[in-house]
């Protein structure tokens, strides 16, 4: 289990699939600051039962598919806000149909996927 961690003020690029990936058992992390930019499928990424992290004020963009997304399994209780998500693939925000409720709330975006998305 990993938490209570803070991730900030990197810079991430031009990775050949994702640029960070929050997998599975991450609880209550900050993950902020970041600009995240030019991976081949996704930017930021939280997958299986990545719950509770709270990811704000980060630039991703111009990632292939994907700007931040909670992808694979279940992941619920995170607090996204106050981010740039702009000129990726396919979706700037994304969630899948398992991955509710999450806060997204304040992100400058133009292409979202999912119920939560404000």
């Given amino acids: 289990l990993i938490e209570d961690s803070v991730f900030s003020d990197n810079v991430i690029e031009d990775n050949a699939r994702y640029g960070f990936n929050v997998n599975e058992d991450t609880e209550s992390c900050r993950i902020s600051g970041n600009e995240i930019t030019g991976n081949g499928l996704r930017g930021l990424v939280l997958t299986y039962g990545a719950n509770d992290n709270r990811i704000t004020e980060n630039d991703v963009s111009d990632n292939g598919v994907e700007g931040i997304t909670l992808f694979l399994g279940t992941n619920t209780g995170n ?31 133009d292409t979202a996927f999912g119920d939560d998305i404000d």
Avoid: C, E, F, Q
């Fill in 79 to 109: 607090v996204i806000n106050d981010n740039t998500a702009t000129d990726n693939g396919v979706w700037d925000l994304y969630h899948n149909a398992t991955s509710t409720p999450n806060s997204w709330n304040d992100n400058t975006y």
